[in-house]
């Protein structure tokens, strides 16, 4: 069984580890979100890629979902004494070891994927993960801004520092027209079996992804079963919502199902507290979408999955 799965951050990478659970002899790729990469203190962070890495390969901070477990912050602290920031990005000594290899080898001309490839090499996540282009891609938020105007800025900012407390005018994917998938994306995706999302922000996650050019056409012609990341009227975690409100979405199961399309999507898991939802083209399936543990995770998983082979057969 060869499968793909388009990754964004947290719950993606939750998802994922269950899925490995839920198909142990699966070779799953996961082609990862670099819209949300931002550079910062002359470095490169690839806060989706190092989400999933750190998940699957034992390193993450589970309290929180992202960042490194055991972490402390000296280095963030002596930046702020010399004034330098910004310091609403937490970045923990661990994390920075990551972002200086990183950008190490960018600089010495590896591409995203290679070292991507590379900085797996000591996580041994079990998946194999790529990024969804080599090209540079930022996905930055249109804002109304009461003190600035209306402005620009970059969907970390947007995110991390406001908490999206600014209402968005527009989201972009910037460079996304123009990026091609990086080496090897559309070589697993013709090979997948059964395609899966996992329940990641639409819009700046699974969506980044789909706006480069020749991923989306070549994910239609699979199978896809999706996972949905709202439950009732709500987003799982984060503020999706806000990100739905941007594009005119309304913040519900069925209309992220119907946002991707049934030229996309064929199958598609929503909560208990969504049975009901109907999507032409689409079968829906409810059941207990929270991952409260390691068991429930694994168990959204292999329903997504079984769907998806009873769809693909």
């Known amino acids: ?185 559309l070589d697993a995706i013709a090979a997948a079996d059964v395609v899966l999302f996992p329940p990641s922000n639409p819009v700046v996650s699974i969506g980044t992804i789909l706006s480069v050019p020749g991923i989306r056409d070549a994910l239609a012609a699979k199978t896809v079963v999706g996972v949905s990341p709202i439950v009732g009227d709500a987003p799982v975690r984060g503020m999706a919502d806000a990100c739905l409100t941007a594009i005119g979405v309304e913040t519900s199961a069925r209309a992220v199902a119907e946002l991707y399309g049934p030229s996309l999507l064929d199958g598609w898991l929503v909560d208990e507290a969504d049975a009901g939802v109907a999507v032409d083209g689409v079968a829906v399936r409810s059941l207990p979408l929270l991952m409260k543990d390691a068991a429930s995770t694994e168990a959204i998983a292999a329903a997504a999955l079984d769907l998806a082979r009873e769809l693909a057969s």
Not at 40 to 68: A, H, K, S
Request: a negative charge; proline letters at 6%.
């Open 1 to 185: 069984m060869k499968i793909v799965a388009p990754a964004g951050g947290i719950g993606a990478a939750r998802f994922l580890r269950g899925l490995r659970t839920a198909a142990p002899e699966a070779e799953i790729t996961v082609i990862g979100n670099t819209g949300d990469d931002i550079s910062l203190f002359g470095l490169r962070v690839c806060p989706d890629l190092d989400t999933v890495m750190y998940t699957l390969g034992g390193g993450i901070n589970e309290e929180q979902g992202w960042g490194r477990a055991d972490e402390t912050f000296a280095v963030k602290a002596e930046l702020a004494e010399y004034g330098v920031g910004p310091g609403w990005f937490g970045l923990g000594d661990r994390d920075f070891a990551t972002h200086i290899v990183r950008t190490q080898m960018l600089a010495a001309g590896y591409r995203l994927s290679a070292v991507t490839e590379a900085l797996c090499a000591r996580w041994e996540p079990g998946v194999r993960l790529i990024p969804m282009t080599d090209d540079q891609v930022e996905t930055h938020v249109v804002v109304d801004d009461p003190e600035h105007g209306r402005r620009a800025i970059h969907f970390q900012e947007w995110w991390v520092r406001l908490r999206a407390s600014l209402p968005a005018v527009s989201i972009a994917p910037v460079g996304a027209e123009d990026a091609k998938p990086a080496p090897g994306v």
